[in-house]
């Protein structure tokens, strides 16, 4: 064959470099994106923070047709913990023991941080690991070297939560033969009379018996001794007719012994551990002005950039410098920056204004609301719209939320309507949490109540919202 030139006309698509870096800024969260821009800082000249006084570009406040009064009025926004605002928690989380949920639900125990020290509590446990805290102890007393060393040697065997989690037998494998089990005990015994009360504890139900020791003795001690040392699980499974049959005591004297063992902390080495605490800086600030929902840029959130004057107007007066690139850089990076918060406002705008009714009535007001309904109103692909809800918050009078909070699926009604998951999952909420304890709804009498509401919704899809909420079962949530 001779060789021969073919012309071929095709179309491909090509991301310039401004489009890939506005791409990639937009699916930043504002945490990303103050790395990243540390990171040009530090490589480009051109570019440094501008400390004048700020307020939110012109282009971004005129998004909502009252945003120029919401930035004038919009004060800078701290950074807000994430709590359990941000995704449907508030309810303690349901263990597999099936009873570790009634102390994170219900009441409070000592050093849990929940009571009027919990600041206190908070600096220690930032400041004192556990290990810390029982050397420091043990150094008070006046042991011998042998007991001391034996101690410590079972302190560092304690896991996160103060539990023993190694026999007694495992670890005097590891010892010098000299050392004899008997001598293990008697250390066992000294780390078990340290404080937080339940540390060395080798199981829940050991620990639980440790802090019920160190109260008190009365009837509801020793009652609540006899279900913690034989009959914890009935408790956890709230088989409370057998457990009158067992002890022989009646309801009265029961209910009080179970409040004594949810007043307990199963986990009493938990207050020592790092605190994990994540912040965020929301984004978008949402008020009612005038009787009007109305989103605003975070002044907090928004970067302060700007291109250096002095090295600008040396460029301008020099063709073919080196640093061309970097201006055009810079130029492109700021530019960038103000259309990834636009179209951040113009996101959270039509969110709030589909959303009205959650902000004036809550959870169970919340309609359905896909993707694609945000895309064809503002003329955006929807994976613009994932990417600008992705860790971008919206701070609001109910609390800090992530934008993608606000989309969800639908379930038909019997009037021809839809309710959102997010309504239903509030609704189950409600009504478990003003049903009788005495007699608890279970998920196809929740189906039934929802259903005379107009609102079909099966038994198993009423379970998977109940767990996604962490509220224990029917059984689980029975009380004397």
């Not at 609390?399 to 009037?415: I, M, N, P, Q, R």
Request: with cysteine.
């Amino acid at each position: 064959m001779k060789p021969s030139l073919q012309l071929k006309l095709s179309q491909h698509l090509a991301l310039t470099p401004q489009l890939q870096l506005s791409i990639r800024l937009l699916q930043l969260s504002t945490v990303e994106l103050e790395q990243e821009l540390e990171k040009y800082l530090l490589e480009n000249p051109l570019l440094e923070r501008d400390e004048d006084e700020f307020s939110a570009p012109q282009e971004a406040v005129e998004a909502s047709p009252m945003s120029g009064e919401a930035a004038g009025e919009q004060p800078a926004v701290a950074e807000v913990a994430e709590t359990g605002e941000l995704a449907e928690a508030g309810e303690g989380g349901e263990s597999p023991d099936g009873f570790d949920e009634t102390w994170s639900s219900e009441g409070s125990y000592p050093g849990s941080g929940k009571d009027e020290d919990g600041d206190a509590q908070e600096v220690q446990a930032a400041t004192t690991s556990l290990r810390e805290h029982l050397l420091w102890q043990i150094g008070l007393m006046a042991l011998p070297q042998r007991d001391l060393v034996l101690v410590q040697c079972l302190i560092d065997a304690l896991d996160d939560d103060g539990y023993l989690t190694a026999s007694l037998a495992e670890l005097h494998e590891l010892l010098p033969p000299e050392i004899e089990e008997e001598e293990l005990q008697v250390a066992l015994k000294r780390l078990q009379s340290l404080e937080p009360t339940g540390v060395g504890a080798r199981s829940p139900q050991e620990c639980l018996a440790l802090q019920l020791a160190a109260l008190p003795a009365d009837q509801t001690r020793t009652l609540a001794l006899t279900i913690v040392n034989g009959h914890l699980d009935l408790l956890a499974n709230r088989d409370f007719a057998r457990l009158r049959k067992i002890t022989g005591r009646d309801d009265e004297a029961l209910r009080a012994a179970h409040a004594l063992i949810r007043s307990l902390n199963p986990h009493p080495g938990a207050q020592y551990g790092a605190t994990d605490i994540r912040y965020v800086t929301p984004d978008v600030v949402v008020r009612k002005i005038r009787g009007q929902w109305t989103a605003s840029i975070n002044n907090e959130a928004y970067p302060r950039l700007r291109i250096n004057r002095l090295y600008a107007d040396i460029l301008s007066r020099q063709r073919g410098s080196g640093l061309a690139g970097q201006l055009q850089e810079a130029r492109w990076l700021v530019k960038n920056i103000e259309q990834r918060f636009d179209t951040i406002l113009r996101v959270a705008q039509a969110i709030v204004d589909r959303q009205r009714d959650f902000f004036e009535h809550g959870d169970v007001a919340m309609r359905p609301l896909v993707l694609r309904e945000i895309a064809d109103t503002l003329g955006l692909h929807e994976s613009t719209i994932s990417r600008v809800t992705t860790q971008k918050y919206m701070a609001t009078p109910r609390g800090v939320f992530e934008l993608k909070y606000f989309f969800g699926s639908h379930v038909a009604t019997d009037s021809g309507g839809a309710c959102s998951a997010t309504a239903i999952r509030a609704l189950i909420k409600q009504l478990i949490g003003a049903e009788d304890a005495k007699k608890p709804l279970s998920d196809s009498q929740l189906s039934e109540i929802l259903g005379q509401q107009g609102i079909v919704v099966a038994r198993r899809t009423i379970a998977k919202y109940r767990e996604a909420l962490n509220i224990p079962p029917v059984n689980l949530r029975k009380t004397i």
